[in-house]
């Protein structure tokens, strides 16, 4: 069994786009306009030409089982719009990968995007999130730790601010994948440096913090090989000596897990040395960052299963425990 624990809905009929495109166009010519849902419409046919010659063909090739299926990343856009558009547009993505999962359910299961806007308190997402998980089967959330696009403005994921939410994904038992979205901020590329600085970001804000004394229980997963942080492993554990801080392993390591989106081998090499199997979870994120083939192996970039079976770090327990066994862990809800 295979799980890559981060996939988006890339594949979207050009109807969804177009809806998000209009939706902005008619707010910047009138701060009060708001488009009506009905003017969103497709057929299933629309929805499988897409989705079958990419996402679906490519778990058949890859030998995927199951994707954990959750909007586009870029496509939250929080910082754009208004906080009314930001639940209209969450609402309908999420009704979009309910819809998806309902179609292919031995293929896709669904995690949701959040009504977040900056400047607003997380709480406000809560019935949101209530709607996906206890209503539709949600089984995760992405989470924005930054829903002003690269800019930062509001508070740490530790402080009391985020709260609510953290209380609430205990209480439903969901995991939050620390997602950023789009950049705003023409000096952070939104896939190159926007995600991989908001994953070490996240990071260095948990080791600064002592969020999971006050929730013990709370998981996030941080995407992306957890941007430079298994890399730089050694100045982390150093700087929590530093602050006095309890080894990383005490501190986060029971809480964080990272994602294997990391697009070749000497970096998973370098993440299945440093950061312990059971923190670990299969994912390519497909079809997404990177589209292209690697001419010096000749498969694509994001074909990251070839780099887990490829590293000599693992033993035959620890590649199933990465492939689905820490992932079921993680995602309690996922029954499969
Ligand atoms: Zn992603």
């Known amino acids: 069994m295979i799980i890559d624990c981060h996939g988006h809905y890339t594949t979207e009929p050009a109807q969804l786009t177009d809806y998000r495109k209009a939706q902005l166009e008619g707010l910047a010519a009138d701060p009060s306009f708001l488009p009506s849902r009905a003017d969103l419409n497709m057929t299933d046919d629309e929805i499988r030409e897409r989705l079958e010659p990419a996402q679906l063909k490519l778990q058949r090739e890859r030998g995927t089982d199951l994707t954990i299926f959750s909007p586009r990343a870029v496509g939250m856009g929080h910082h754009l719009g208004t906080e009314q558009t930001s639940h209209y547009w969450a609402e309908i993505c999420n009704n979009m990968i309910r819809r998806v999962c309902d179609m292919y359910p031995t293929n896709f299961v669904p995690v949701c995007q959040l009504p977040q806007y900056p ?3 997380p709480k406000e997402s809560i019935p949101e999130l209530e709607r996906c998980v206890n209503e539709m089967g949600f089984i995760g ?12 403005t509001d508070p740490p994921i530790t402080d009391k601010w985020w709260y609510p939410l953290w209380e609430k994904m205990v209480e439903l038992d969901v995991p939050g994948m620390l997602h950023v979205s789009g950049s705003c901020n023409p000096n952070f590329h939104h896939t190159g440096a926007h995600y991989i600085a908001g994953d070490t970001t996240v990071f260095m804000q948990l080791i600064l913090g002592d969020l999971f004394k006050d929730f013990p229980t709370l998981k996030f997963i941080i995407p992306h090989g957890g ?9 982390y554990r150093g700087l929590a000596q530093d602050m006095g801080k309890p080894t990383l392993d005490e501190h986060l390591l029971n809480n964080v897990y990272f994602d294997t989106c990391v697009y070749h081998q000497p970096g998973i090499d370098c993440m299945t040395k440093v950061i312990p199997t059971k923190n670990i979870l299969f994912a390519s994120e497909m079809v997404g960052a990177v ?29 199933t ?13 996922l029954r499969v």
């Open 119 to 121: 400047g607003v308190e």
């Open 227 to 235: 941007g430079a942080v298994p890399f730089h492993w050694g100045r």
């Open 141 to 152: 959330v992405n989470v924005n730790p930054d829903p002003s696009g690269a800019m930062w």
């Open 321 to 333: 425990a990465i492939f689905s066994e820490n992932t079921m862990r993680v995602f309690s809800r």
């Open 291 to 319: 589209r292209g083939i690697d001419p010096e192996t000749g498969f694509n970039y994001d074909d990251t299963k070839r780099y887990i079976d490829g590293t000599p770090n693992l033993s035959d327990t620890e590649r």
